[in-house]
């Protein structure tokens, strides 16, 4: 039964909540004070909406009434906002933990940012969900108004012995990378002409040739469209490579306060001159949005304390280490007795039992009769977007990865995981996509690369964490993935799609193989990870959306 509320009540209400009469409701107030009305919530007998009505909307230092109600000027509306705020303060003293801070959030757009700082603040996972401007679908060949490429100009560089080095090797990079843009998508184009791709039907589903499609306008609009995107993407992907970790970019976040509060910290505590003047431009924006959830952000000694002494420590340990470059991925450390977790956790939330008692009842049973449970548990899935169920986060596995900068980007973005990189380096070595062979740009992206080794190598010497501004996305980086296996078919699933980059996919491919060869039987969880090649994998995928796309037209 909702809850009711007299006809007065009402039209106060109205304009802080999505509506009055039903359970499920959304609130139209102002972060701090949503935080602060969820924190008394929770320690009282009351519905929201009349904790509300009887202990928020009347208090003289909220004046909500005037603030959302329409009877204060835009012009005062900030010193409104200011008595809203307060208010959290004193009501989260009263009431509340840190715990608060997770119930407002904010949107922040950060422009202009280098690939570095970028991957700095995608190192937030738990919290907030960034979106990254793609090197896919967007050229990075534009100028700023000055006749510049957009690339950071790193203040301890430009400042050193190394600015013109530095320079210079960004014009090579920039200026390769734009040179080579129309050529390669007229190479791949006469390489794989529309005639020869098999197409299939955005409907149905079923192979479609180009021959077939030209008979029907619409399906010759939507092949020939996702043909020319598929064309631009693809060019992008082969040429990413030359692009440095300078390169500006864009990223917008949507996070709560807690997690925006200790990213500020982070920043704070980097070296990089670069974070600390982002946690500075940062913390000036979330003032104006969600101040009360970002005061205490400062530099943590702590922090920098910690990474320094880790950092000199590893410089002693490891400096007489070779550094060995060895397969692409490596499984580094998996439970041994996983199947026996993952049948005790299916068959646990159906039993009374605990768990220890449960994974000894999966110890006794045979290999078959596990085989068989899992069969079970997983048969049902129809496709990739049906998740698999928890009982497969028992199990663990840790991969050391040496892959391009690029291919990096794209399997950072994952969250739910424990990742850990090192330094972008040219120590690796680097890839080169075979269609800048065959295109004849071989020896051109090869002095790029080996420009770019010895300009990092220049600098490194001087200002190693700087030096990582140098390093063109071709080349290899290592870093440590440790997820559960629920994690691993999500990744691996989702990255092998036909649309996905090539470098990721076999990634990801080699990341099931590993798990394949040491649970064979738990390795059929991955029952949608797609172990073919293609040459224009994402055609199809713009085909799709050329027909979505038509609906509204």
């Known amino acids: 039964m909702s809850e009711e509320f007299t006809a007065e009540e009402q039209k106060t209400l109205a304009p802080f909540f999505t509506n009055l009469t039903e359970p499920i409701f959304g609130l139209k107030l102002p972060q701090e004070v949503a935080g602060a009305l969820f924190s008394r919530y929770s320690r009282s007998t009351k519905s929201l909406r009349r904790t509300f009505l009887d202990e928020f909307l009347g208090d003289p230092e909220l004046a909500l009434k005037d603030l959302l109600g329409g009877s204060v000027p835009a012009s005062d509306q900030s010193a409104a ?43 937030a996972r738990i919290g907030i969900a960034p979106l990254e401007k793609s090197t896919r679908y967007v050229r990075f060949d534009q100028k700023d108004e000055t006749g510049d ?8 560089i430009v400042a050193s012995s190394h600015r013109n080095d530095y320079l210079e090797l960004m014009q090579l990079l920039f200026d390769t990378y734009s040179r080579q843009m129309a050529p390669m998508m007229e190479f791949i184009k006469s390489s794989l002409p529309i005639e020869d791709v098999e197409l299939r039907h955005p409907e149905s589903g079923a192979p479609l040739s180009y021959r077939e499609a030209v008979k029907d306008e619409r399906l010759k609009k939507w092949a020939e469209t996702a043909y020319r995107a598929t064309l631009r993407a693809q060019t992008c992907d082969i040429l990413r490579g030359y692009l440095p970790a300078a390169t500006l970019t864009n990223v917008g ?21 670069e974070a600390k003047d982002l946690a500075v431009a940062m913390h000036r924006e979330l003032n104006q949005l969600i101040p009360s959830f970002v005061k205490r952000a400062k530099k943590s000694d702590y922090l920098t304390e910690t990474f320094s002494a880790a950092r000199s420590l590893a410089s002693r340990l490891v400096k007489d280490m070779p550094a060995r470059t060895l397969e692409p991925v490596t499984l580094v450390d998996y439970d041994r007795d996983a199947e026996e977790k993952i049948v005790a956790a299916i068959l646990y939330p159906h039993s009374r039992h605990p768990m220890v008692e449960m994974r000894k009842l999966a110890a006794k049973l045979k290999p078959d009769e596990r085989k068989t449970i899992l069969a079970d548990y997983l048969k049902r899935r129809r496709h990739r977007r049906d998740k698999p169920g928890r009982a497969l986060e028992q199990a663990y596995y840790t991969f050391d990865i040496l892959g391009n900068l690029g291919l990096y980007r794209d399997l950072h973005r994952h969250r739910i995981l424990t990742q850990e990189r090192q330094d972008f380096t040219t120590a690796h070595g680097y890839d080169m996509p075979r269609e800048i062979v065959e295109a004849g740009f071989k020896s051109d992206f090869d002095r790029c690369m080996e420009q770019a080794a010895a300009v990092y190598e220049k600098i490194h010497r ?76 994402r055609l199809q995928s713009e085909m799709r959306t050329e027909y979505k796309k038509s609906a509204y037209e």
């Open 253 to 273: 976040f949507f996070g709560v306060g807690q997690a925006f509060e200790y990213l500020l910290t982070k920043l704070y505590s980097q070296e990089l001159t």
């Open 462 to 537: 001087d200002l190693p964490l700087e030096a990582q501004y140098v390093v063109p996305f071709a080349y290899k980086i290592r870093w440590a993935m440790k997820m559960n296996l629920r994690e691993a078919v999500f990744i691996c699933e989702l990255r092998s799609m036909p649309q996905g980059h090539p470098d990721y996919r076999f990634i990801v491919q080699e990341m099931w193989r590993k798990i394949q060869e040491v649970h064979p039987a738990l390795a059929e969880c991955g029952r949608f990870v797609d172990w073919k090649t293609y040459r224009l994998g």
């Open 149 to 156: 490429y957009l690339f950071y100009r790193e203040p301890k």
């Open 81 to 123: 906002l200011n008595k809203a705020r307060a208010f959290y303060d004193r009501v989260l003293v009263g009431y509340g933990d840190d715990s608060v801070a997770q119930l407002g959030g904010a949107h922040i757009a950060c422009e202009k940012i280098s690939n570095v700082a970028a991957k700095i603040l995608e190192d």
